[in-house]
Structures are given as C-alpha cells and as structure tokens.
C-alpha cells in the first residue's frame, strides 16, 4: 500500500504529478498546417480525429536534445519526436534509427513505447520525424518536486529505477531483430575515446579537469563485461511511473542512444546522473535528478543492487561514474556550443557551461579519491 492510500498526510498526490505539456518554445514550432495534411493522407485514423476536432500542438518542455511535442487530434492523444532546431552533429538524432529500435522492442519489451508513423521527408517539418502512443504517468524532475514525496517513496522509486536497467539489460536484442544494432566489440575504448573526441571539437572554455579526467579515462579502461541492449541516457526523468504506485515503471522514454554495447558503461551514465545530499552545491544545482530526497538509494547502494540482480562487477565502480560525469559534461558542452552560435535560442542553454565544469570538477575529485560516494571532506 502506498503512502497516499495509507493516508500519510506527506504523500504526493500522484495526480498533480501527471506530466504535462506547455505552450510551444519560441523559435521550435511545427507547421501545423503541413503537418495535419501529412497526417490525413499516412496516419490511419487521422483524417476522422481531425475532423473532430482539429489539431493543436503543445511541447514537453524539459529535455535538451530531441525535441518532444504532444499533438492532439481530435480527441486523441499522440507524441511527436524530432531533431533540435540548428543541430550539427552528423551522427546524432537520427530519428529512423530511433523509431526502428522502439518498432522492434515493443513486441517484446512493453516498457518500450509503441511506435506509429516515421516521416522521413524533412519537407514536411525540416527534419525527419516520427509518432509514438502517449503513455501517460509520473515523470520525476527535481525541480517539480515540492513538497518533497515521503523517503519510502522515493526509496521504492530508487529500486524500480536500478531493477528497471536490470531489466532492460536482460533484453534479447537478437530475438528483436536488433542483432545488428551498434558495434559491441571495442565499445569502451570507443566511447572513451569518442567523447573526447566530440569534446574537443566543440569546447568554448578552457577546463583543465576536462582534459586530465579524458586522459585519465583513456589509460584506466577496465575490460569488456559483455554486450547488452543498452539505453545510454537511463535516469529519473526518462522514466513513466504509475501515478497511483511509483514503484511501477510504465515506460521508458528517449531511446535515441540506444545500442549494443557494454551494461557497465549504461550504469556509467546512470551514475552520472546520480546526485546525492553530500555532493557540492554546485552538482546539486544542476538538478540533474531528484535523488538526493530523503530516502533516495546513494550511489554505492545502486552499484551494489545492480551488481547483485546482474552478476556483473563493476570493481569499485570509479571509472564508470567518473565516466558517466564525462559524457554529460560533453552532451551539456555540445548544447552550449550550440547556443554561443546562435543555432538555438533556448534560455536554458546559456548557463550550460557551469554544469560542465561541475562535472569535470566532481569526476576529477572521484578519481583522486577513488570513490563513487563521500567525494568531499566533511
């Protein structure tokens, strides 16, 4: 029984907790126009739901890579997915790759929202596009957390986040038809030195912690622990929990990194992500999820249930946080060199800079200390 059933007077009720859309950011709208007249002609359905009713379209506002919209026909409810406004990474947002993973893992995954329509005529909205079913529940940002939900519950949040991946890693890509997806031999080395390699290229800053974690990471690879289908951005804020039991997780979102590769670099990034009560101020700011509530599993107690549930040693897991520190630097870095261009105007871009020194700062600190937890001195 939860909290809110129990009538414990600090629970959160879950229906104010239903995420919800806004109002389109300036400078991302979709022409709704050609986009209602490409949805009668390819989405089955669509032209009776339009005629109902019309469409309107509101934006998911958080997230800082693909854009997310709600679209609303009528009385049905769709979301749509695109690439940022202004984007020049080659490789990234491939919005193909993305529906191919999900059109294959909803037959055997159900945490996998179900894919609907790939567009891939950037004619119709500038870039690629696809729809997928809106699942609707709780998805926990820090930031919207308040009053702060009871520490059993966000206990119960902790342990269906890790059992989640654990899940998630136990996938048989091959039985998906995924058997060919990324390139799992090699893939530490890759990655380690695939995001410094895009750090480098887009820097604005000097970060001596950038380069020295970078070449720390470079000479302390640990070995592959196997290949598994992998999220790569696994954390809070990509989960869909039920809004009457949190301990539920109804969908996983935000599949656009997703491959083969190795688990322990997923956990990595989890990690990563992972902030905790005695972490410094300024990695608490960045809001990078809300783990550090009362009750909230720390990072060594993740490590351990992860590797009890997998059979997988992550050693003392340094490399892996320090790691996943690394890439959200660099994914924060790539944003922001964006931003200084004036390939987006998003407001929330402009102090992104800060959050990537903070993790340099703090993944420099875990190696020194060779820790994932109690970084700093009291």
């Known amino acids: 029984m939860t909290a809110e059933e129990q009538g414990d007077p600090r629970a959160v009720h ?12 300036p400078g991302e709208e979709l022409d709704a126009g050609r986009l209602a007249a490409y949805l009668r002609e390819h989405l089955p359905g669509a032209a009776a739901d339009l005629a109902g009713g019309g469409l309107a379209v509101e934006q998911f506002p958080s997230g800082y890579s693909n854009l997310t919209y709600l679209l609303r026909l009528g009385d049905r409810r769709l979301v749509l997915r695109r690439p940022p406004f202004g984007t020049t990474v080659a490789t990234a947002h491939d919005m193909a790759r993305e529906h191919r993973i999900l059109a294959a893992l909803a037959p055997v995954y159900p945490k996998a929202p179900r894919p ?3 567009c891939g005529d950037a004619a119709v909205l500038g870039a690629p596009f696809y729809l997928m079913e809106r699942v609707e529940g709780v998805i926990l940002r820090p930031a919207a957390l308040s009053p702060a939900p009871p520490p059993e519950q966000m206990a119960a949040v902790g342990a269906a986040l890790v059992d989640t991946l654990v899940e ?29 390699a895009r750090y480098r290229r887009a820097a604005t800053d000097d970060l001596p912690e950038m380069e020295s974690v970078a070449a720390w990471l470079a000479e302390n690879r640990p070995p592959e622990s196997g290949a598994a289908l992998i999220h790569n951005d696994f954390k809070h804020d990509n989960l869909v929990l039920a809004p009457g039991d949190w301990s539920k997780v109804l969908a996983v979102l935000d599949w656009e990194m997703a491959t083969a590769g190795d688990p322990l670099m997923d956990l990595g990034t989890t990690l990563g992500y992972w902030v905790e009560p005695g972490d410094p101020p300024e990695m608490l700011a960045l809001e990078l999820s809300p783990s550090a509530l009362p009750g909230g599993p720390g990072r060594a107690v993740v490590v351990e249930r992860y590797a009890r549930a997998t059979g997988r040693d992550p050693g003392d897991a340094v490399f892996y946080y320090a790691y996943g520190l690394f890439k959200i630097a660099v994914i924060a870095q790539q944003i922001y060199a964006r931003y200084r261009a004036g390939h987006t105007r998003d407001p929330r871009f402009a102090g992104l800079h800060l959050g990537v020194a903070a993790c340099a700062r703090t993944a420099a600190q875990a190696i020194a200390r060779r820790r994932i937890d109690q970084l700093f001195e009291a």
């Open 14 to 25: 879950a229906g104010d907790r239903i995420d919800r859309p806004a109002p389109v950011r």
């Open 116 to 118: 609907l329509l790939y």
């Open 168 to 196: 998630l890693h136990g996938v048989d890509r091959r039985a998906a038809g995924l058997g060919d997806l990324g390139r799992p031999e090699g893939y530490v080395e890759r990655q380690v030195e695939g995001w410094a």
